[in-house]
């Protein structure tokens, strides 16, 4: 009796068949059986030509080799098979086994698994489906069908993967290679909870974002249940951390008692100084005076520079120590004493010393500001704000500023007449932390 084959090229030897030959054919079948159980072929799908065309898959009786005798194939090549049509690949009758078969084509084109003949069921990746599938031919004479498991879907193939439970990753990286984003998206009222000691947003020194979708709040709240605990956000560089609302949004933080407040940002900040916490210099002086408008109305405690030569006052500051020791402006308010529309010119300059300094010092360069009077006597006026005032000496932290206010009377541009009662004066200067710790 001669020797028969099994679907996928399995020599069943008849007794007393291929004497001396029972090693070299043991053997072969043995790597046929290896093979089918894990190894691994590319099958090109350009053989027949290019377009569309069928790809016929044989057994190879007694013979190493064959694609349908192979546990793991790919279709197309290791770096994708560029095809111009359809394909189909057509597997013989009576082959019951399973594979893991993987599209590797490039195009926007089918392929399709069936078997040689039969009204079996077929297996067809979609146009722009280049994943792995798990499949089934069940071998039966007549309806020969093949049957995709579904189990070795690629999560990068599935538009809406599920789990049933957790996700574990081992320790390992979730990582989007194609640069696009990675959305965790609860459904409905669901929350997504992050349940580690520390949560590492961002990598490789690029700016890390988190975004609300349409109008919904991002929301950080370490209250759950009756769990409380701080929410801390920390650069551990030495780094800025940085608050951006949108727009004309305003940064704000809110206190157990839902007191909510706007959240101090290092920028421009004032200094009022009133009339009354000026002097007069004991050189060319101004004249400190309080002067009622109507009984038991407000009194105006001024400082009264007249319009006949400079007058001078004076204040001193310790500076903030959030201030950045750099140069201030300032606005003058005062009121006029007559209904002259002329032109007051004030100036101020200013000198800083600290510890152990002489306040013997020359103050520095002076910087005028000009505003007109107002017409009408006892009115509120504001000049406008001035331009940068360098603080002589060499300003730094703890220290004090002298300034010196006066009016420049005798300059040709002064030409208001009459008496200019100074209210106070606003100083503007920039931080650069914040806070004075």
Same mark, same amino acid.
Request: glycine letters at 12%.
């Given at each position: 009796?001669? #020797? #028969?084959?099994?679907?996928? $090229?399995?020599?069943?030897?008849?007794?007393?068949?291929?004497?001396?030959?029972?090693? /070299?054919?043991?053997?072969?079948?043995?790597?046929?059986?290896?093979?089918?159980?894990?190894?691994?072929?590319?099958?090109?799908?350009?053989?027949?030509?290019? !377009?569309?065309?069928?790809? /016929?898959?044989?057994?190879?009786?007694?013979?190493?080799?064959? /694609?349908?005798?192979? @546990?793991?194939?790919?279709?197309?090549?290791?770096?994708?098979?560029?095809?111009?049509?359809?394909?189909?690949?057509?597997?013989?009758?009576?082959?019951?086994?399973?594979?893991?078969?993987?599209?590797?084509?490039?195009?926007?084109?089918?392929? %399709?698994?069936?078997?040689?003949? !039969?009204?079996?069921?077929?297996?067809?990746?979609?146009?722009?489906?280049?994943?792995?599938?798990?499949?089934?031919?069940?071998?039966?004479?007549?309806?020969?069908?093949?049957?995709?498991?579904?189990?070795?879907?690629?999560?990068?193939?599935?538009?809406?993967?599920?789990?049933?439970?957790?996700?574990?990753?081992? !320790?390992?990286?979730?990582?989007?290679?194609?640069?696009? *984003?990675?959305?965790?998206?609860?459904?409905?009222?669901?929350?997504?909870?992050?349940?580690?000691?520390?949560?590492?947003? $961002?990598?490789?020194?690029?700016?890390?974002?988190?975004?609300?979708?349409?109008?919904?709040?991002?929301?950080?709240?370490?209250?759950?249940? #009756?769990?409380?605990?701080?929410?801390?956000?920390?650069?551990?560089?030495?780094?800025?951390?940085?608050?951006?609302?949108? $727009?004309?949004?305003?940064?704000?933080?809110?206190?157990?008692?839902?007191?909510?407040?706007?959240?101090?940002?290092?920028?421009?900040?004032?200094?009022?100084?009133?009339?009354?916490?000026?002097?007069?210099?004991?050189?060319?002086?101004? /004249?400190?005076?309080?002067?009622?408008?109507?009984?038991? @109305?407000? *009194? +105006?405690?001024?400082?009264?520079?007249?319009?006949?030569?400079?007058?001078?006052?004076?204040?001193?500051?310790? +500076?903030?120590?959030?201030?950045?020791?750099?140069?201030?402006?300032?606005?003058?308010?005062? =009121?006029?004493?007559?209904?002259?529309?002329?032109?007051?010119?004030?100036?101020?300059?200013?000198?800083? +010393?600290?510890?152990?300094?002489?306040?013997?010092?020359?103050?520095?360069?002076?910087?005028?500001?000009?505003?007109?009077?107002?017409?009408?006597?006892?009115? %509120?006026?504001?000049?406008?704000? #001035?331009?940068?005032?360098?603080?002589?000496?060499?300003?730094?932290?703890? %220290?004090?500023?002298?300034?010196?206010?006066? @009016?420049?009377?005798?300059?040709?541009?002064?030409?208001?007449? !009459?008496?200019?009662?100074?209210?106070?004066?606003?100083?503007?200067?920039? =931080?650069?932390?914040?806070?004075?710790?």
């Amino acid at each position: 009796m001669a #020797s #028969s084959y099994t679907p996928l $090229g399995v020599e069943l030897m008849a007794t007393g068949e291929n004497a001396g030959t029972w090693g /070299t054919k043991t053997n072969t079948n043995l790597q046929i059986i290896e093979q089918i159980s894990g190894g691994y072929k590319v099958q090109t799908l350009n053989g027949g030509g290019s !377009g569309a065309n069928t790809t /016929t898959l044989t057994e190879s009786d007694g013979a190493t080799g064959a /694609t349908v005798a192979t @546990r793991v194939i790919i279709l197309g090549a290791v770096s994708p098979e560029a095809i111009t049509g359809n394909k189909i690949v057509t597997f013989p009758v009576l082959t019951e086994n399973f594979y893991l078969i993987k599209n590797s084509t490039s195009g926007a084109y089918t392929v %399709q698994l069936k078997a040689a003949s !039969g009204s079996g069921s077929t297996v067809t990746w979609s146009t722009t489906d280049k994943g792995w599938k798990i499949v089934y031919f069940d071998g039966v004479t007549t309806n020969t069908g093949v049957v995709d498991v579904g189990v070795m879907t690629e999560l990068s193939q599935d538009t809406s993967p599920q789990l049933g439970g957790d996700l574990d990753v081992n !320790g390992q990286d979730i990582v989007s290679t194609s640069n696009a *984003d990675i959305d965790i998206i609860p459904n409905g009222t669901g929350d997504v909870n992050l349940g580690a000691d520390t949560v590492q947003v $961002g990598d490789n020194n690029a700016d890390a974002t988190i975004t609300t979708q349409g109008t919904g709040d991002l929301i950080l709240n370490t209250n759950n249940g #009756s769990n409380s605990g701080n929410i801390t956000i920390a650069d551990g560089a030495n780094g800025d951390i940085t608050i951006t609302p949108d $727009g004309t949004g305003v940064a704000k933080a809110v206190d157990g008692s839902d007191a909510t407040g706007a959240i101090k940002i290092a920028g421009k900040e004032t200094i009022w100084v009133p009339a009354v916490a000026m002097y007069p210099s004991t050189t060319n002086p101004a /004249t400190a005076n309080q002067v009622e408008t109507t009984a038991l @109305r407000p *009194d +105006m405690k001024v400082m009264d520079f007249a319009d006949s030569a400079d007058d001078f006052a004076q204040f001193a500051v310790a +500076m903030p120590k959030s201030w950045n020791l750099g140069t201030v402006t300032y606005q003058v308010f005062w =009121t006029p004493s007559t209904t002259n529309t002329g032109n007051c010119i004030f100036g101020l300059q200013g000198v800083a +010393m600290g510890d152990g300094d002489t306040i013997d010092a020359v103050f520095g360069t002076a910087v005028t500001v000009t505003d007109a009077g107002i017409g009408t006597v006892e009115d %509120q006026q504001v000049s406008a704000e #001035s331009g940068a005032v360098t603080i002589a000496g060499s300003p730094a932290d703890d %220290q004090q500023c002298y300034f010196q206010l006066y @009016r420049d009377a005798d300059a040709g541009g002064d030409t208001y007449t !009459g008496v200019a009662r100074v209210l106070g004066i606003k100083i503007f200067y920039t =931080t650069d932390a914040a806070n004075d710790a």
